[in-house]
């Protein structure tokens, strides 16, 4: 379907993805996932996953069954689908899906039905196996028996803090939990940040996500990861306004001179966030032009005053280019890069470019 009048265009860099996810396979020296849980970061699970697949990935982690069953329908047979927050035994319908094990039940449940990974938590105290039911395996190995594990793994929960007493930690935690419990079993430990903290994060498969699409993994250092996304929307209307004019709700800003006002066709609603409101610039063939008055639902006013070529259908770009990636977005707002991502709406006509 092409794009619709007034509609923005998000583009997805497939080929940089693809790159990225190479990098990441250089630097640890073992199998490296791709994470495409939540549609790929808001990027489109299916082009995203068989971009990788192509480009030789074998391995992918979504949060849902539901994100599996749809993921095994683009993917097709072969690569391992693993999902993060598990599921009953049948329940994946013999799509050949793998669950994670998050609890001693989950272990009992799954005897006889199939592969699966093992959780065990080592400091996040979110989903996993804790301290007590990992001493419970220990104890009684017997309590694995019929279970075909291909990994034990676990989830760094300060990874994007490289000096954090607790990267070290879970570390040691691992190490002696997956010896005690699962020895011998293959173990999947790094995310994206865990990837740049060294050898001691070293495992037999790493679960990159933010990094393949773009994200900084390591926060306060240059970016080591190409950029994936860009965002252009299409300005409505111009106008001139005169000094002492407000515009948007609560009429937050105010002209200090006449001045053009470009209205573009995104908002809140298209995951441009609100937070945005008076912090955030668009480009215009490389020049920046500030974001003015609220981000409302459907609409982001901007300042184009130094832009007298500028005219309604052309385009600003709201997202990408020099100074204007998600992490800096996110910056500006308080948030993380994630955020950014995800939160882009599917108003928005998606245009997935380049390949494996």
């Not at 000096?163 to 002696?176: E, I, S």
């Not at 080591?224 to 252009?232: A, F, G, N």
């Amino acid at each position: 379907m092409g794009i619709r009048p007034g509609q923005g265009v998000l583009t997805i860099d497939l080929g940089a993805i693809v790159a990225n996810w190479r990098d990441l396979c250089a630097r640890h020296g073992a199998p490296v996932a791709g994470v495409v849980k939540a549609d790929a970061y808001g990027l489109g699970a299916g082009p995203v996953a068989r971009a990788l697949r192509d480009g030789g990935c074998q391995h992918f982690f979504v949060a849902h069954l539901a994100e599996g069953m749809a993921l095994r329908q683009a993917l097709g047979a072969g690569p391992d689908i693993i999902v993060l927050n598990g599921f009953p035994p049948g329940a994946d319908e013999d799509a050949g899906l793998l669950p994670v094990l998050n609890s001693l039940g989950d272990v009992a449940a799954r005897a006889g039905h199939g592969p699966a990974l093992l959780h065990l938590d080592t400091g996040m105290s979110r989903l996993g196996l804790d301290a007590a039911e990992q001493a419970a395996l220990a104890a009684d190995p017997s309590l694995l028996a019929g279970l075909d594990l291909r990994f034990v793994m676990t989830h760094l929960a300060c990874a994007d803090e490289p000096d954090h007493p607790l990267n070290t930690l879970q570390a040691a935690r691992f190490a002696a939990a997956a010896r005690m419990v699962a020895p011998g079993v293959p173990t999947s430990f790094a995310n994206s940040s865990g990837l740049f903290l060294g050898p001691a994060f070293r495992s037999d498969l790493a679960r990159p996500g933010c990094a393949l699409y773009g994200i900084n993994p390591t926060p306060g250092a240059p970016n080591p990861m190409r950029q994936v996304v860009t965002l252009e929307v299409p300005v409505l209307q111009i106008r001139e306004i005169q000094a002492g004019d407000t515009v948007g709700y609560g009429a937050s800003y105010t002209a200090e001179v006449t001045s053009r006002v470009a209205t573009v066709a995104a908002g809140y609603a298209d995951g441009y966030l609100r937070s945005l409101s008076g912090r955030s610039l668009a480009l215009s063939k490389g020049r920046a032009v500030p974001l003015i008055g609220r981000v409302s639902m459907d609409l982001t006013t901007f300042d184009v005053t130094d832009l007298p070529e500028l005219r309604p259908g052309d385009r600003l770009l709201l997202v990408g280019g020099a100074a204007n990636t998600p992490d800096d977005i996110a910056a500006r707002c308080g948030t993380i890069g994630y955020e950014v991502l995800t939160s882009l709406g599917q108003r928005y006509h998606r245009a997935h470019i380049g390949g494996a």
